[in-house]
């Protein structure tokens, strides 16, 4: 997988803007951007010293192609630990393209996607971990996701993984000795510092396991499903919360058929709110299939926010209301559930001081004027269990490494049971082997190429 070619790639986004990164990274990157590179100043960049930056112009075959900033970094002290040359030249589609194309026609290659960090990560400079983590980082939009893959990236959770692999492997070592000494009936690993040791593991890895909830909601967006009868205004709710015309809204009952969803962040953290048809029966076949998609949408739900008609609410059918509401919350027992009136312009005021007293959980507000949606917003964001991440916890957002922290724990778990029965060292030293592999496998200790190839063709080209 190692190749000594130089590589390059425009690092900045594709298209026209004010200035373009172009990157090199190779032995060679140095001695070939010195070939094309006429510095303004007297010194040679060849006798540069790494890390500085130098004026100057592209020139093929006495064509000047752009003036250009020129920024060395010699490897290994550099993203990739290669050497690397980056330069910044004005941001049109043609220079982007003529200067890349020079060095191609030079000997060197385009890189793939994620090559310079795939690079960084062969040579040491990053563990699997937190090269994913700069991944995560490109990706992030908002402030919880820009942390969490901050605190990755800067190792937070691989060195507690690093840690404990340590240890157990320290572990590991002694009771394979014994094993020589098998005659001899001697013990090296110390039983019940050996046992302190894996309960210590087990919190670890069930903690690490149970972030993944969160982690992975922030990642993708909290899903909070809008649910009600026809025409209660959900779509209008719905648009009135992204602040856009993202949904038809009519007066016809049974206008959304198809769920809608969409993003936005409320309080530095990602909702995605999704617009469902109405629950009524019918006998529309696709009004069905819709109603039936809703049932789903608020089985994927982190919240549910249940709409009805507050202008058709009088005080004596709240408690219709409150079985409605009992019916969804004995269906989906462990749902938080926010119910909301809608429809308040409507509703006349002693009606509302009513409704008020009579239900003192249901949630105010006009999807139309606009009235009650902030407040509905911070309502949201204390529902949602953020704890872990204002404790600046280590939290997982990677599939991949909840996999892997699943399979370390019932590993342990093995070995854990292991050592209650009294099971001989050899077996004992399998089951811990397995620990250590899956351990390995998230820091990328333990790696394979197509494992490798699979992470890094997600990352842009030029990262
Ligand atoms: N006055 C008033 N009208 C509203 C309010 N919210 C929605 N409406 C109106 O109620 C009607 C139905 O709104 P929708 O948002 O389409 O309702 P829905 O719940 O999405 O309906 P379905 O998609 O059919 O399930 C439309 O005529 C809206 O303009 C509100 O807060 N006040
Ligand atoms: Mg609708």
């Known amino acids: 997988m190692i190749s000594k070619d130089s590589i390059i790639a425009l690092a900045t986004p594709p298209g026209a803007g004010a200035i373009a990164v172009i990157r090199i990274s190779g032995d060679d990157a140095i001695q070939l951007a010195s070939r094309f590179f006429k510095p303004v100043g007297k010194k040679e960049l060849l006798t540069q010293k790494s890390h500085t930056i130098h004026l100057g112009h592209i020139i093929e075959n006495e064509r000047v192609i752009d003036e250009v900033l020129l920024s060395i970094f010699k490897g290994p002290n550099s993203y990739t630990g290669e050497n690397v040359v980056e330069i910044s030249c004005h941001g049109s589609n043609y220079i982007q393209q003529e200067i890349i194309q020079l060095f191609l026609k030079n000997g060197c290659r385009m890189a793939n996607a994620g090559e310079f960090t795939l690079q960084a990560f062969l040579n040491g400079k990053l563990d699997l971990s937190q090269a994913e983590a700069v991944a995560d980082l490109i990706a992030s939009d908002n402030e919880a996701s820009h942390q969490i893959a901050m605190q990755q990236m ?23 000795l014994e094993l020589d000494f098998a005659e001899e009936d001697v013990e090296f690993a110390d039983r019940s510092q050996f046992k302190e040791l894996l309960n210590r593991i087990q919190r670890v890895l069930k903690r690490l396991i149970d972030s993944f909830a969160v982690g992975n909601v922030i990642k993708n967006g909290i899903p909070i499903a809008i649910v009600g009868e026809p025409n209660v205004g959900k779509s209008t709710l719905l648009n009135a919360l992204l602040n856009e015309e ?4 009519s007066d016809i009952a049974g206008t959304t058929r198809d769920a809608i969803e969409d993003e936005i962040t409320i309080g530095g953290i990602g909702f995605r709110f999704i617009d469902t048809a109405g629950i009524r029966d ?11 998609k809703t049932f789903e949408k608020i089985d994927q739900a982190q919240v549910v926010v249940y709409l009805v008609d507050g202008s058709q609410l009088s005080a004596d059918n709240t408690s219709i209301l409150q079985t409605e509401i009992a019916k ?3 269906k989906y027992p462990q749902k938080p559930l926010i119910t909301i009136a809608n429809k308040i312009d409507l509703t006349d005021k002693s009606q509302i001081s009513n409704l008020k007293s009579q239900a003192p959980d249901l949630f105010l507000l006009s999807a139309k004027t606009g009235e009650g949606v902030e407040e509905l917003k911070s309502k949201l964001l204390e529902f949602v269990n953020t704890g872990a991440l204002r404790n600046n916890d280590t939290i997982v957002t990677n599939s991949r490494h909840y996999d892997s922290l699943l399979k370390s724990l019932e590993e342990i778990e093995k070995v854990q049971q292991g050592m209650e029965l009294g099971i001989s060292g050899d077996l004992l030293a399998i ?26 063709a997600n990352f842009c080209i030029g990262k």
């Open 154 to 176: 800067r190792g937070g959770f691989s060195n507690e993984i690093k840690k404990l692999r340590d240890e157990l492997l320290n572990f590991a070592s002694l009771i394979e």
């Open 246 to 249: 993202r949904a038809i809204v």
């Open 282 to 292: 019918t006998q529309d076949v696709v009004e069905n299939i819709g109603i039936k």
């Open 328 to 330: 969804i919350k004995n």
């Open 431 to 456: 089951d811990i082997r397995q620990a250590l592999y899956h351990f390995g496998e998230i820091t990328g200790e333990i790696s394979s190429d197509d494992l490798l190839g699979n992470i890094f």
